[in-house]
C-alpha cells in the first residue's frame, strides 16, 4: 500500500467507522456466538501472497462483527464505559502515524513533554493538591499507565520497596527476603480483584477490610484491624482506597521479634467508585490514620474521577491531600479511548527509585522519562489523545458529557422505584445502579440470564450483601433518554416470563 492508496483507502475506512458508529444501535449489542467460533472461519496459516484489501473488509463484516460486543452501542450498559469520541480516535491515528517509543526525552521530546503537561492540566481540572502537579515547586507528577490495574500495582511495589529500604535503615542485619516475607497487605471486601493480584505479584499477604452498610471503609475498622496486627508482631505498609470500587485495599504489615521494625513504613489502598457498587471509601477518616502510622496510601477512583472535575463531585475527592498516589482512568468516562489511566505520586523520587535501571544504551543527559514509572519501556504517545479531547470539548463539554450520564442514571433509578417489584441496593451517585427483583438469588439470575439472551440489552451481575444484584451502568456517548426507557421496557418485559 502506497501513500496514494493509503489516502484512498483512509477515507473509506473513516466512512466506515462514522457508518458503523452513526448505525451501531442497530446491531444486536451482544453477540450470538460460541466459543471458538472464529477458528472455523479463517485459513489455518498466513497467506504467503497479498490478500486484497476490499476482501479484508467484507471479512471484516463476515467474520469480526458478528463476534463484537459493542461497547459503544447505547444499549450496553454493562461494567462501566469505555471512552469514546472521534477527537482521540483521530489523534490515535496520529500517534500511530508518528510511531515513536518514548521511552526517554531524546527518544521523543515531544512525547515525554506533552505527557507531563497533560497531567499537569488534568490534574488542575481535578484541584490536586500542588504536590501532585510537575511544573510546580512539589516534588510529585503524574504518568499515564495502561489501566489502573498496572497503576496499583506499582503503588504496591513502591511502597513495599520503600517499606523494606526503612526497615533495614533501623535493622541493617534484616535480609530483603526476611523482610519481604512478612509484608502484609490490606484491601476492602469489596476491593477490586486487580488488588489482590497486585498483592500476589509483590508476593505480599493480603487481609480484607469490611465495609459499612454504604460497601465503604471507615477510619475505625482499618485503626482496628492496625491495633490487632500491631499487637501480633505484624508492620502494615500499603493501604489502598478504591474510588471506583466498594471499599479499603489491603494494608501491608511485617511480622516482626523486634519492636524497632514497627517504625517500617506502611500502605493502604482506599477505593473511590468501587466497581460493584460505586461506593467511596472515607479517606478524610482514612487518611490521617496513614499519615500518622506512616504508612502509603494509594487511592483508586478508575471509574468515578473523572466526575470530580464537576464541583458538585468535588468534595467526594476531599482527603486526596493525604494520599501519597492517585489513579482514575479517563479512558472510563472522559472521553478518551483506551488505554489511558492516568496517575499522580506525591513523591516521584518514591517510584523513580524503586524501579530505575541505566543500562548505557538509554543514557541521556535529559535523563526525565515515564518509563521509570512504569513496568514496560516502551511507550505510546498516548497523551495525544488527551490534548486532542481537552482542546476540542472543553473542560464544559467534559462536564456536561458526565452530567448528562449522571441524570440517565437517576432516571433509570425512578423507574426501578417506581415498580414495586424492584429495589434499588445502593445509594446511585453516579452513572450506575444496582437493583434487582425483591425475591431470591435465583430469580435475578434467570432475569439476567433472559437479558442476555435477548442481546438487545446488556448488563452483568455484582454481588451486595450476599445478594445477587443486576448493575445498570450508563456507558455509551450516545445513550439518551430513549435508550434508557427501552432497557426499562425490555427489563420489565422479561421480568414477567414464565
Not at 483507502?9 to 449489542?29: F, K, S, T, W
Not at 469505555?82 to 491515528?93: C, E, G, N, T, V
Not at 489482590?196 to 469490611?210: D, H, Q
Not at 471503609?217 to 492496625?226: A, H, I, S, W
Amino acid at each position: 500500500m502506497d501513500a496514494a492508496e493509503f489516502r484512498r483507502r483512509g477515507r473509506e475506512m473513516v466512512d466506515y467507522v462514522a457508518d458503523y458508529l452513526e448505525n451501531i444501535e442497530q446491531r444486536p449489542v451482544y453477540p450470538d456466538v460460541e466459543p471458538g467460533y472464529l477458528r472455523s472461519l479463517i485459513p489455518t496459516e498466513a497467506p504467503l501472497e497479498p490478500d486484497n484489501y476490499d476482501d479484508i473488509i467484507k471479512d471484516v463484516e463476515r467474520i469480526i462483527m458478528p463476534g463484537v460486543t459493542h461497547w459503544q452501542s447505547p444499549y450496553f450498559f454493562a461494567y462501566f464505559p469505555a471512552a469514546s469520541s472521534y477527537p482521540a480516535m483521530l489523534a490515535d491515528m496520529l500517534c500511530g502515524a508518528i510511531g515513536c517509543i518514548g521511552f526517554s526525552w531524546a527518544a521523543s521530546p515531544a512525547c515525554t513533554e506533552l505527557e507531563t503537561v497533560m497531567l499537569d492540566w488534568l490534574g488542575k481540572m481535578l484541584k490536586l493538591p500542588e504536590h501532585f502537579i510537575a511544573g510546580t515547586h512539589g516534588h510529585g507528577g503524574g504518568v499515564i499507565q495502561s489501566t489502573a490495574s498496572e497503576a496499583t500495582l506499582m503503588s504496591l511495589l513502591a511502597a513495599r520497596c520503600k517499606a523494606v529500604r526503612r526497615v533495614q535503615e533501623t535493622n541493617p542485619e534484616r535480609l530483603e527476603a526476611e523482610v519481604l516475607s512478612k509484608l502484609v497487605a490490606y484491601s476492602s471486601e469489596q476491593a477490586h480483584s486487580s488488588v489482590e493480584r497486585a498483592s500476589l505479584i509483590g508476593g505480599v499477604m493480603m487481609r480484607k477490610v469490611p465495609t459499612d452498610n454504604t460497601y465503604a471503609v471507615g477510619g475505625g475498622m482499618l485503626k482496628k484491624m492496625l491495633e490487632e496486627d500491631r499487637a501480633a508482631g505484624l508492620i502494615p505498609f500499603y493501604v489502598r482506597k478504591d474510588k471506583k470500587k466498594n471499599s479499603i485495599h489491603p494494608v501491608h504489615y511485617h511480622k516482626a521479634c523486634v519492636n524497632d521494625l514497627c517504625a517500617g513504613v506502611f500502605q493502604f489502598c482506599a477505593t473511590l467508585g468501587t466497581t460493584s457498587s460505586c461506593a467511596f471509601d472515607h479517606i478524610t477518616e482514612l487518611g490521617p490514620i496513614c499519615n500518622e502510622e506512616n504508612m502509603w496510601m494509594h487511592i483508586d477512583a478508575a471509574y468515578a474521577g473523572s466526575a470530580f472535575i464537576c464541583p458538585e463531585f468535588r468534595p467526594l475527592l476531599n482527603g486526596i491531600e493525604f494520599a501519597d498516589s492517585f489513579n482514575f482512568n479517563p479512558h472510563k468516562w472522559l472521553l478518551i479511548n483506551f488505554d489511558c489511566s492516568t496517575m499522580w505520586v506525591k513523591k516521584r523520587q518514591d517510584i523513580i527509585g524503586a524501579f530505575k535501571v541505566e543500562p548505557l544504551y538509554l543514557k541521556h543527559e535529559n535523563q526525565e522519562s515515564g518509563r521509570h514509572w512504569q513496568i514496560p519501556l516502551g511507550r505510546r504517545f498516548r497523551s495525544l489523545k488527551m490534548w486532542f479531547v481537552f482542546r476540542l470539548y472543553g473542560i464544559e463539554g467534559l462536564q456536561a458529557h458526565i452530567r448528562k450520564q449522571v441524570v440517565l442514571a437517576k432516571e433509570f433509578e425512578s423507574l426501578v422505584r417506581a415498580d414495586k417489584r424492584f429495589e434499588i441496593c445502593a445509594e446511585v451517585v453516579m452513572g450506575l445502579v444496582c437493583f434487582r427483583l425483591k425475591g431470591s438469588n435465583e430469580l435475578n439470575q434467570l432475569l439476567l440470564k433472559r437479558i442476555t439472551e435477548s442481546r438487545t440489552i446488556h448488563l452483568v451481575p455484582c454481588q451486595l450483601s450476599g445478594l445477587f444484584v443486576l448493575r445498570f451502568a450508563v456507558c455509551s456517548r450516545v445513550t439518551d433518554s430513549g435508550h434508557v426507557q427501552h432497557a426499562w421496557r425490555q427489563i420489565t418485559q422479561l421480568s414477567c416470563e414464565e
